[in-house]
């Protein structure tokens, strides 16, 4: 049994509900049959006339309770209450008491009143009044309010009888509620009725905290710490519907719901509907960032019918279609399915080159291995880790098994994926008399018990010869260490050599333990987990970094919208790749169907993204990185066919406009997806939008990329100081012929840079090294900035470009925080800005310093630091009277010079605007304090 959770839910429109079922799909909650529901009456009702054929009708029966307006009763007609006495289910007293009342009413004047005098109650509907039909569908709703309830709570229960007014199974609850003072609506989707029913009953409960825990399975201890049962409190139940609603299946034929670019795209409608009226269908296709990029509206044949719906996506990319059908204007029923459309020009993966990538499948049973056949073709991975069996797997059905899966490696072998058996768990018969736990499959395995070799033995005379990798254990949930099973391990490796040919050996880890070096012919399975970003993966995977080591990756949690988890696993995936990572993979991502109506199995955005990834990274290694703007970046990856990643750093998503020489010509932008845009260059650049989604460009002039990648100043590093410093700019001919052209700097104007330029020539695989003398003005900001340098040359072709070359300025014998804060003046009652300067001596001997700061309309302050010896730190403080009003949105200079020198520290501190705020203009409040 199980514990329903009490929750507190909104009230839901009744405008809605006062013509037509909801038409969200709420869970329903299902437990298994208890008791039949037995009536005080029964021999009685047996002969009652059975009810008129209303299923005919859209809405089944209403119960408003009404009727007692013109015929006064204590309970509506055709109810009663269900007493313990009587039907022998406990917990249900003759305390308290259940009547019409016109106290309170959702609509109309009357409801169902409950008074709790202690113990649970119910009344119910029994079989024979509210008649169905096999093959339809129902939705049974009810509005319900409490008032005064502590640990009790409200339900709707409801079940499918046969004609002989037994239940058929199941009962369908709603959850246990507390509604206080307000009307919430409950609601159950029940679904496709069986041959077998012909009558639903339905119950109406308040249900005592204990009850529920009982239901639940609670020990007496458990019962022993439970507050109180309620002994006053009241519920209202009213507006009991039962509609008829139409079964629709809506997807497609294709598994995971996957097309190819050039094929024919559409989903089907197939419905199912005993009421004749006619239907509309509304069908919204949306991208993966929500985008409308499709509507359509398609009348359905009322009785039922099988209609095919072309949809026009012809971008690479994952879709959601959804369909809402409508009676009259009144909603029925609401239905999505995702959809993935592959770009089928790049379909011909190398299986071979490095990097490689896969996938992890599922643990299926056999009867879905043909559907995870089919969604591996699609993908079309270097590699698959097969789950062969799980803890649930039964040894007797060895046989069995075996035959399904030499079908499934022999299809994943004819389109050269690599099959990789794992044996992820043991069976509970197995581990049991060995006193293990299911997951400890390395030391079941690994004992010197024949007993277990004779379990595995099978499996190697039937995949030895075709299967080289296999792995014992799960990479998910509890791991070993490697360090400590040693001898296990090569127990299991020595098993293998006897079956496979030059067999490899996979035992899962995780990314951050420290593990002895793997035996030789074992290989060790790293799942990096989703917390590890992507410029942490170098670190994780330094470990690792070797051809064997299956590296997986941890998706991201589904919380996290689908272009965001794309982006994330895209970007750690090529830092892996950064990083020297050879082998990777991930857990197929993949929905699988939760109803044979609401939903198809389909795969998710990151499996679609994973293909393009690994074909946009196989075969390629890391070449270098562009000079780019501060948050964007571009890496260079060299191979048969050389390519560019490029990608912004903006959490926000937001885009940013780059302007890049790529090539002389049109290069191809390609995304996560396979998406395409060829952009060609206007005014000597190509114009690229960057965003966190990182776009693979191909087409480019690699050797005049590799020698923007190579530009680079020497030093990187300046001292902030009024007296010229020498600089030389570093550009290495990475064209195979002479180059020769014009450097000039046409940025920093404050700056003194000398020669603004002049001519060079490289001779080919040469280095030219072009001398710049710079001063800087007093004016200077510490810390990193550009130096934006042009470039004119010809090296075989013409070309010319800007590059910005990072550079920093900095004191080095200095450290300097300056900060600001709000504080209202003692004198003047305004608010001012302080700034605070701290200084520490990082070199070897004392300093003669001044801090300063500066802000417009204020008159520059000084402060002394006089001898500031090393190590040492002193503070000084500035204050700008009136500085929030003043100052809002401006900016403060601060910072320390040297008395007797030129050396200067300055940094720019910003104020926000804040003038909006009641206090900045004046008004009473107390000191607030911000840096």
């Not at 007609?77 to 308290?96: H, I, M, Q, V, Y």
């Not at 139940?237 to 094929?263: K, L, M, T, Y």
């Not at 305004?830 to 801090?851: M, P, Y």
């Not at 503070?875 to 900016?891: E, T, W």
């Amino acid at each position: 049994m199980r514990l329903f959770p009490i929750l507190l839910l909104a009230p839901l429109s009744t405008s809605v509900w006062a013509a037509a079922p909801n038409p969200a799909d709420p869970p329903t909650v299902k437990r298994p049959p208890g008791s039949s529901l037995v009536m005080p009456d029964k021999e009685k009702r047996s002969n009652q006339r059975v009810a008129d054929l209303s299923s005919l009708r859209r809405l089944v029966r209403e119960f408003d309770f009404e009727d007692a307006e013109r015929f006064p009763a204590e309970m509506p007609r055709d109810w009663f209450r269900l007493l313990s006495a009587a039907t022998g289910r406990p917990g249900f007293p003759d305390f308290g008491k259940v009547e019409l009342s016109d106290a309170i009413a959702r609509e109309g004047k009357w409801a169902l009143q409950y008074t709790l005098v202690g113990g649970s109650m119910s009344t119910a509907v029994p079989p024979g009044i509210i008649r169905i039909f096999p093959g339809s569908r129902y939705r049974i709703s009810c509005w319900v309010r409490t008032q005064g309830l502590q640990h009790s709570a409200v339900r709707m229960v409801a079940r499918m009888h046969d004609r002989d007014g037994k239940p058929t199974g199941e009962e369908f609850l709603t959850e246990a509620i507390r509604s206080e003072d307000e009307w919430t609506q409950v609601r159950i989707d029940l679904p496709e009725v069986a041959q077998r029913a012909s009558d639903i009953s339905l119950e109406l409960e308040l249900t005592q905290g204990s009850l529920l825990a009982m239901e639940a399975g609670a020990s007496e201890a458990e019962l022993d710490r439970l507050p109180a049962d309620d002994i006053t409190g009241t519920a209202w139940f009213d507006d009991v519907e039962i509609w008829q609603i139409p079964s629709i299946r809506f997807g497609n034929q294709n598994a995971a719901q996957v097309f190819g670019a050039d094929g024919n795209r559409e989903v089907e409608i197939e419905l199912r509907d005993l009421v004749s009226d006619e239907l509309v269908a509304d069908i919204t296709v949306t991208d993966i960032d929500g985008n409308v990029v499709h509507t359509a509206k398609i009348p359905l044949p009322g009785a039922g019918a099988l209609v095919k719906v072309p949809l026009p996506m012809v971008e690479p990319g994952t879709y959601t279609a959804s369909l809402t059908v409508t009676a009259d204007g009144m909603v029925l029923a609401r239905r999505n399915v995702d959809l993935a459309v592959l770009d089928q020009d790049r379909d011909n993966a190398a299986h071979g080159a490095i990097p490689r990538f896969g996938v992890i499948l599922p643990a299926s049973p056999d009867s879905e291995l043909a559907t995870m056949r089919s969604i591996v073709r699609e993908i079309d991975p270097d590699f698959a880790i097969v789950p062969a069996w799980t803890s649930d797997f039964e040894p007797v059905r060895t046989d069995h098994r075996i035959a399904a899966m030499r079908d499934f490696v022999d299809s994943l072998l004819d389109r050269r994926i690599e099959p990789m058996l794992a044996i992820t768990g043991v069976p509970a018969s197995l581990a049991s008399p060995r006193h293990l736990d299911r997951w400890q499959s390395l030391e079941y395995f690994g004992d010197d018990d024949t007993s277990a070799q004779l379990q595995l033995e099978p499996w190697l005379l039937a995949f030895g010869q075709h299967v080289e990798r296999w792995q014992i254990g799960d990479s998910v949930g509890p791991v070993l260490r490697a360090s400590s099973d040693r001898d296990a391990v090569m127990r299991i490796r020595a098993m293998l050599d006897q079956r496979v040919a030059g067999p490899v050996l996979l035992t899962p880890t995780e990314a951050d333990r420290d593990e002895a070096p793997a035996p030789p012919g074992v290989a060790r399975h790293v799942r990096v987990p989703w917390s590890a970003r992507p410029s942490t993966m170098a670190d994780y995977l330094e470990p690792w970094r070797d051809d064997e080591t299956v590296v997986t990756f941890e998706l991201a949690p589904e919380s996290i919208s689908d272009r965001m988890r794309v982006d994330d696993l895209a970007m750690r995936a090529i830092h892996a790749w950064r990083s020297g990572a050879r082998t990777m993979a991930i857990d197929l991502a993949w929905k699988p169907a939760n109803s044979a109506e609401s939903r198809s199995s389909s795969l998710r955005g990151e499996a679609i993204a994973w293909r393009e990834i690994g074909r946009s990274l196989s075969g390629r290694t890391f070449a270098g990185e562009l000079p780019m703007p501060p948050g964007l970046h571009g890496w260079l990856a060299e191979g048969a066919s050389p390519a560019l990643i490029v990608w912004s750093d903006d959490a926000g998503g937001e885009s940013v406009l780059a302007e890049l020489l790529l090539a002389n010509g049109a290069v191809t932008a390609i995304d996560p997806f396979g998406r395409r845009t060829v952009l060609s260059p206007e005014n000597g650049a190509h114009q690229v939008r960057l965003s966190p989604t990182p776009l693979f460009i191909e087409g480019i002039d690699f050797p005049l990329l590799r020698m923007i990648a190579s530009a680079h100043l020497e030093p990187a590093e300046l001292e902030s100081r009024r007296s010229p410093q020498e600089v030389k700019l570093i550009l290495k001919n990475t064209f195979g012929v002479a180059m020769s052209g014009t450097v000039a700097i046409s940025d920093q104007q404050n700056w003194e840079i000398a020669p603004r330029g002049q001519p060079f020539s490289i001779p080919p695989g040469g280095e030219g090294r072009i001398p710049l003398r710079i001063s800087l003005p007093r004016s200077t900001i510490v810390g990193p900035t550009n130096l934006v340098v042009r470039l004119e040359w010809m090296a075989g072709e013409n070309y010319a470009t800007s590059i910005p070359l990072h550079m920093s300025v900095r004191w080095p014998e200095v450290e300097v925080q300056s900060s600001w804060r709000f504080a209202r003046s003692v004198d003047t009652g305004k608010i001012d800005v302080v700034v605070t300067v701290a200084v520490t001596n990082r070199g070897a001997r004392s300093l003669d310093l001044e801090a300063f700061a500066l802000a417009r309309d204020y008159t520059q302050t000084r402060r002394p630091i006089l001898k500031l010896g090393a190590g040492e730190t002193a503070m000084r403080v500035f204050q700008f009277p009136d500085g929030a009003r003043r100052l809002s949105g401006g900016q403060v200079f601060a910072g320390v010079s040297e008395m007797e020198g030129e050396r200067r520290h300055t940094s720019q501190l910003l104020v926000p605007p804040l003038l909006s705020l009641p206090w900045a203009t004046g008004e009473s409040r107390t000191t607030v304090a911000a840096e």
